[in-house]
């Protein structure tokens, strides 16, 4: 089974409007943590945001924001006033447990599409 | 800051050569170090983890013969991929945890062609 899925290969999104990025989980561990990291074209993995199981608080970082709901075990990505900058591959990953190793299992991404 | 360095960024290498791809922790040291491997339009995908002073960790299906990982200090990890062929061919990508952080920071990434 899937332990991370992100069921949108690909959004559009207008040029300062807010767009969200679908992720759910799967996991049987209580204590785990949920990432978002964008990756543009030129390859490389920029964190983004970060959860974790037992933050009460959805995490919030500028214009990132994460709608954690826990009971239906997904972890949203929200992206407000979009720039065209951010377009790019968004993968959403989930470390399992109180592994000080740090594992990440990552989903299958989405490519957001930023129209001028 | 810090930052995880890789190198080389690209390489084209001819089948039944190996390649040794080096990734650096710049300003932290990372005893743990972790390589992914990404085919065009897909996800990431964990093959090992690297531990500083002991063997890596290989994730199932991954030939350790094969993708040979040596941590030999605690702010650089190789991965060489040995007898290249071109179904090798592939982003390599690596990440390490600075201390104290709770993410993961990524190398840029080296793309490997096998012809």
């Known amino acids: 089974a899937q332990k991370i899925t992100q069921t949108q290969p690909g959004m559009f999104v207008q040029e300062k409007e807010a767009v969200t990025l679908d992720c759910t989980y799967d996991?049987?561990?209580?204590?785990?943590?949920l990432f978002w990291y964008k990756q543009p074209s030129s390859g490389e993995m920029i964190f983004l945001i970060y959860?974790?199981?037992?933050?009460?608080q959805n995490a919030t970082e500028g214009r990132y924001s994460l709608n954690f709901q826990k009971a239906r075990k997904s972890a949203n990505l929200v992206i407000s006033a979009s720039q065209l900058g951010d377009s790019a591959m968004y993968f959403c990953?989930?470390?399992?447990?109180?592994?000080?190793?740090?594992?990440?299992?990552f989903g299958s991404g989405t490519r957001l599409l930023v129209r001028p | 800051g810090a930052v995880v360095s890789q190198h080389p960024s690209r390489v084209i290498c001819k089948s039944g050569t190996s390649v040794k791809i080096e990734c650096r922790s710049l300003?932290?040291?990372?005893?743990?170090m972790f390589w992914y491997r990404q085919f065009p339009k897909q996800s990431l995908m964990l093959m090992a983890t690297?531990?500083?002073?002991?063997?890596?960790?290989?994730e199932q299906g991954v030939e350790k013969d094969k993708f040979l990982i040596n941590h030999a200090s605690l702010t650089l990890s190789t991965l060489t991929v040995t007898s290249a062929h071109p179904e090798d061919s592939s982003f390599y990508i690596c990440?390490?945890?600075?201390?104290?952080?709770?993410?993961?920071?990524f190398g840029s990434g080296t793309r490997l062609t096998v012809v």
């Open positions: 990440s390490a945890r600075q201390p104290g952080q709770g993410f993961l920071l």
């Open positions: 996991t049987s561990d209580q204590s785990y943590g």
């Open positions: 959860q974790g199981s037992y933050d009460e």
């Open positions: 990953a989930m470390r399992e447990g109180e592994d000080s190793s740090y594992k990440l299992i």
């Open positions: 300003d932290f040291q990372a005893t743990t």
């Open positions: 690297s531990n500083e002073g002991s063997k890596a960790t290989y």
